[in-house]
């Protein structure tokens, strides 16, 4: 059985600093975990993904040179630290597993083809 479990959420004030982390089970050989964030209102947006083959990663515009994705192999678990947080970076973050990566720099920031989902943690930047 597959487990996402995020965890790092919090709320930070605008500059600061998180680090985010998806801890996953279940999951065997080459696989990727995308990093997805849904504000109030808005709809899902993949924002960073990496493959645990290869260590492939990808990032949308709105948050290259922020965000790092990395990954622990040994400990099955996938970070995202963020930083220089800005107000539209709230919302709840979640973190998502696809097996199947064929051509996923077409793809991966895509909801619709990840095949697990964790329960999301939320972000919140406010002064």
């Known amino acids: 059985q597959v487990q996402l479990v995020e965890s790092g959420g919090g709320l930070v004030q605008p500059g600061g600093s998180l680090r985010l982390s998806c801890a996953a089970s279940g999951l065997r050989l080459d696989y990727a975990i995308g990093w997805f964030r849904q504000a109030p209102g808005k709809e899902r947006e993949g924002v960073s993904c990496?493959?645990?083959?290869?260590?492939?990663?990808y990032y949308s515009d709105s948050v290259k040179g922020r965000f790092t994705i990395s990954r622990d192999n040994a400990r099955n678990t996938v970070y995202l630290q963020i930083d220089s947080l800005k107000p539209e970076d709230t919302g709840v973050y979640y973190c998502?597993?696809?097996?199947?990566?064929?051509?996923?720099?077409?793809?991966?920031?895509?909801?619709?083809?990840?095949?697990?989902w964790g329960q999301g943690t939320q972000v919140t930047v406010s002064s």
């Open positions: 990496i493959s645990t083959s290869d260590g492939s990663t």
């Open positions: 998502a597993a696809v097996l199947h990566i064929k051509w996923i720099p077409t793809w991966w920031a895509s909801a619709a083809p990840y095949d697990y």
